[in-house]
């Protein structure tokens, strides 16, 4: 058997007496990795330095990854459908890993164009598959239970970041003796070894999710689950839709602009958040925030995110999926006034408003997918969803021009107040406002866009594939406490070196 048989869909199917529980740390091993994306600043400030050049100039790297991964899950997500979560997931890994060697090159030769093509294009088109490789086989496993399902996978791109941002600036402190972490800067060597250390150690980790990885056999449904359930939920259709017809139909747009609204609202305060809470609490040429506080608003704000992925998305198997983006913006709405008008008052006040804002971002992020399962099935929902993730790629840029576009004709930065925020806050109610209707509008997809012959209930099993049994030898019993060490420990520990930075705030 050939090792790339191994990949092979038919290689995966599961026996009767896998344990689900597996699936989820399967797929947080790929996105705890991925999430490093959101972990760029921690070596930012040193890339400006090795190369000479612009702060501008080394953000396109991340731009690039961030532009990639919308357009690589668009193009590739059928293929994740077709072939396998396992196949995919290895794609992604190799992808990833790949895009830090040639970055890491680029790096030691000074040459910012192969860090573009490494981590820009290579690592941007890993992003892409290793965010939607995991969410069908998800969906598939958890029916009962989609949100709560998809949320444990997604919190983990949240969270990625808290655990890549305190390792890295352990490495570089460990490859560079002079590494000043109050400055950031690090020798070019030191990132270039960084670089290499992290493309290995997230291609192991990845590698290991991909083995775990399995779809469940044919005919198979969790104890006590009827697929006929779902006739009597709102927007749930008993249907599937491919995705060819899924982006034909009113429902797949709506949605794309309810994700475009939320996304644009949330990253633009990202992006800006520690220079924004220094200013909303600035008089004169002082602020009572210091640069170190402010970056541990970063890392609160990181946890709410990460928390608000698997919180509000598993509440939305209660609510249902229409309600909770309804929460998604319409108190969103409300949080943004909030923050313009009486977010200066107090320092707890403006981290608790911009925190809840920054959940439903992350929640809406863990949703979508089980809402998409909702409306068009479960057939190709992988590759519904990598094309409704072009509108991260559209928001990810509008949200930050957005704001800094109003910001520069409010003043420069470094003088800006309270004040001077509040017409992109209202600009950003009026975002959401957008959503809001979008939302409003969806309703049940049309029977003349599902595929004849493929019911809810086939598809429960629609792996439709059995297996031959020639796979690697499977997960037993023993690996899903293992399972969930490997993937939980790095994750408690970046929430406790998270909240330690944070607790200057206060």
């Not at 997809?445 to 809810?456: C, D, K, L, N, T």
């Given at each position: ?94 992808c990833w890993s790949a895009g830090f060697l040639v970055g890491a090159l680029g790096i030691a030769t000074t040459q910012l164009w192969l860090v573009y093509l490494g981590y820009g294009v290579i690592g941007g088109i890993g992003l892409g598959l290793g965010y939607i490789s995991p969410v069908s086989t998800l969906i598939k496993w958890f029916p009962d239970r989609p949100g709560l399902a998809t949320g444990l996978a997604i919190m983990g791109f949240g969270g990625g970041a808290m655990i890549a941002s305190p390792l890295s600036a352990k490495l570089l402190g460990i490859y560079d003796p002079n590494f000043d972490s109050s400055t950031a800067i690090a020798s070019g060597d030191a990132v270039a070894k960084l670089f290499v250390t992290l493309g ?307």
């Amino acid at each position: 058997m050939a090792i790339t048989d191994v990949l092979d869909r038919e290689r995966t199917v599961a026996t009767h007496k896998f344990n689900r529980w597996l699936i989820p740390p399967a797929a947080l091993a790929v996105h705890l990795c991925i999430g490093q994306a959101y972990a760029t600043s921690v070596y930012k400030s040193s890339l400006v330095e090795h190369f000479d050049t612009s702060l501008t100039a080394i953000g396109i790297i991340f731009s690039i990854a961030i532009v990639m991964l919308g357009l690589s899950a668009a193009v590739f997500g059928t293929w994740v459908d077709t072939g396998g979560p396992r196949r995919a997931m290895a794609a992604a890994a190799a992808c990833w890993s790949a895009g830090f060697l040639v970055g890491a090159l680029g790096i030691a030769t000074t040459q910012l164009w192969l860090v573009y093509l490494g981590y820009g294009v290579i690592g941007g088109i890993g992003l892409g598959l290793g965010y939607i490789s995991p969410v069908s086989t998800l969906i598939k496993w958890f029916p009962d239970r989609p949100g709560l399902a998809t949320g444990l996978a997604i919190m983990g791109f949240g969270g990625g970041a808290m655990i890549a941002s305190p390792l890295s600036a352990k490495l570089l402190g460990i490859y560079d003796p002079n590494f000043d972490s109050s400055t950031a800067i690090a020798s070019g060597d030191a990132v270039a070894k960084l670089f290499v250390t992290l493309g290995l150690l997230y291609l192991v980790v990845m590698l290991f999710g991909a083995w775990l990885v399995r779809v469940p056999p044919e005919g198979w449904k969790p104890e006590g689950y009827d697929p006929h359930d779902v006739e009597v939920k709102d927007l749930v259709t008993t249907g599937n839709v491919s995705a060819n017809n899924a982006i034909k139909t009113p429902q797949f747009w709506l949605l794309w602009t309810v994700l475009f609204c939320n996304v644009t609202a949330g990253i633009g305060l990202l992006e800006q958040a520690a220079p924004m809470i220094q200013d909303f609490f600035r008089t004169g040429d002082s602020t009572t925030v210091a640069a170190a506080a402010a970056a541990g608003f970063v890392g609160v704000l990181s946890l709410f995110n990460m928390a608000g992925r698997f919180a509000w998305s598993s509440t939305s198997d209660i609510v249902g999926r229409k309600n909770i983006y309804m929460l998604y913006l319409g108190a969103g709405m409300g949080l943004y006034l909030l923050l313009a008008f009486v977010g200066g008052s107090t320092t707890l006040v403006f981290v608790l408003i911009a925190g809840l804002i920054i959940s439903f971002y992350g929640g809406g992020f863990a949703t979508v997918p089980a809402y998409l399962r909702d409306l068009f099935g479960t057939f190709q929902v992988g590759a519904i969803h990598g094309r409704l993730l072009t509108a991260w790629s559209a928001a990810g840029v509008a949200g930050p021009l957005i704001i800094n576009g109003i910001l520069d004709t409010q003043g420069e930065p470094g003088t800006l107040t309270a004040d001077n925020y509040t017409p992109a806050l209202i600009t950003m109610v009026c975002v959401l406002a957008v959503g809001f209707v979008a939302n409003l509008l969806i309703r049940p997809v049309a029977e003349r866009f599902h595929e004849a012959g493929r019911s809810q209930e086939a598809a429960a099993g629609a792996s439709a594939d059995t297996g031959d049994g020639r796979d690697l030898p499977g997960p037993g019993a023993v690996w899903l406490p293992i399972a969930w060490v490997i993937v939980g420990v790095p994750l408690l520990y970046g929430v406790y070196k998270t909240v330690v930075v944070a607790v200057e705030l206060f």
